[in-house]
């Protein structure tokens, strides 16, 4: 495959830059448009080298593409990543300096929980502790609306978690800022926190819960994969992408 950058590479990265991050399915219709219209060959198969294209001249630029799962559905996601900037600083040019401060509170307050989650309430607690201007009810409220439409935080039924987004971007910022705390999932060994975990004391490890179905689809006597104790958890069912369950 050609390492050569053309235009129909340039239309792809254009893209990711406005959107920031993009599903598989999304990405692999991207590949195929920015193709077609450039009258580039067009391989379904080679998304991946498509990207490694765009990556090796990126990389001067100490920026990547980078591809990572969602914890909520399992489904794979390109994210453009700053490789220099992958802490909290790299918000600094959108947010103010007690926003970043809640946002940050917030990330302490997921990565610390056991689900991996974090209700509005205890955000909105959180900001007893700060140590910059305190905002408020409003603020946080409007705050935490823009951290979701910039895709950096989930939100469902008031609880929030770290969106496939912030986890891709930040996960070296997560793994150094939080190394005692933060654990991996034992199939796919990328970061885990909302996951399943083995309730042997002794072993305790995690599994993302779309890792979980993968895992155990068709086991009748589901066991850990590390300690062999029975595993006692609800086994989801596996989530194919939408493209693929209209088939």
Known sequence: MSRQMGDSHRRFLQ????????????????????????????????????????????????????????????HQHYALVNMVENDVTRMSSDYADNELELFKKT??????????????????????????KKLKKSEIEHLLNRLVQDKWLSEKRGEYTLSTRCIIEMEPYIRAMYQD?????????????????????????????PCVARYFKGRTEPRCPACEDFWPHEIPEVRRPRSQSRR
């Open 181 to 209: 705390q933060v654990k991996v999932c034992h199939i796919c060994h990328a970061i885990a926190f909302q996951c399943q975990i083995c309730e042997n004391p002794t072993c305790g490890i995690k599994i993302h819960n």
């Open 15 to 74: 893209t990711m830059m406005a959107s920031g991050i993009i599903d598989e399915s999304g990405a692999k219709a991207l590949h195929q448009h920015c193709c077609e219209t450039h009258s580039t060959q067009y391989a379904p198969d080679r998304l991946d080298d498509f990207i490694d294209t765009i990556n090796s001249k990126l990389q001067p630029m100490f920026m990547q593409i980078r591809k990572g799962m969602s914890e909520d559905n399992g």
């Open 107 to 132: 990330m302490d307050l997921i990565v610390g929980s056991e689900d991996g989650k974090a209700s509005s309430t205890d955000i909105l607690n959180s900001t007893d502790s700060m140590t910059t």
